[in-house]
């Protein structure tokens, strides 16, 4: 997705002071082309796979679909298609239907204006991004573990994976855990892909959703 070409991106909102100030801050940014707009869920899904699209920032709350049901079917068919979740909500279950879903980003639209160009920086590199409010708000209200003890699992995992998962689960990115272990972004990345591997974990957010839900700090 980066490269010399625009960025083409999807954008849907019901609301349309917000959809307008959105379309406005993105017309800003020199490598994004906007190649539509839909105000509902339907004509969201109808342009994500009828035009070419690199990334699909969608409301949650929309009427004829709402933006977990139109994640879920864009990536059904088009999975190479990003997915920016826009959400007025601090809610730890749709987060976590996100992940499960394949989304990519998840954005509060209280801090939209800010995040939305950094969220899109990020999943164009194939990495997530999580409003840094709402990763707060959900390291303040995560639940003990449940079920299975996960000690079982990290004990598979070398020192310095299982500090990596714990990074992953403070929400951190990457780049940000490379910056923490004066390590390299590709060496991070490395122990990620072996941390997946010993865990037997497969598909988008697998890792993350295994750092929020098992790892306790």
């Known amino acids: 997705m980066m490269n010399s070409e625009k960025i083409k991106i999807l954008i849907a909102d019901d609301h349309p002071i917000f959809l307008k100030g959105l ?20 004509d969201a899904i109808n342009g994500a796979l009828d035009r070419e699209v690199d990334i699909a920032i969608l409301d949650i709350d929309m009427p004829g679909a709402n933006g977990l049901q139109v994640a879920e079917k864009v990536l059904a068919t088009k999975p190479a298609v990003a997915i920016i979740l826009l959400t007025m909500h601090k809610a730890k279950d ?11 980003g998840y954005v509060l639209k209280e801090n939209a204006v800010v995040d939305i160009i950094h969220a ?22 995560r639940n003990r573990l449940r079920g299975g003890n996960p000690g079982d699992q990290l004990e598979l995992l070398t020192v310095s994976e299982k500090k990596i998962v714990q990074l992953i689960a403070r929400y951190k990115s990457t780049r940000e855990i490379a910056e923490e272990l004066f390590i390299s972004e590709k060496t991070v990345s490395n122990h990620r892909m072996n941390i997946a591997k010993k865990l037997n974990l497969s598909g988008k957010n697998s890792l993350l959703r295994f750092a929020i839900e098992k790892v306790n700090d």
């Open 94 to 104: 749709a987060f976590l239907k996100a992940l499960e879903i394949g989304v990519s």
């Open 120 to 141: 899109i920086a990020a999943v164009s590199r194939h990495q997530s991004y999580i409003s840094p409010e709402m990763s707060s708000y959900l390291l303040q209200q």
């Open 23 to 42: 379309q406005e801050v993105l017309e800003e940014e020199t490598n994004i082309k906007i190649v539509c707009k839909a105000n509902n869920g339907t």
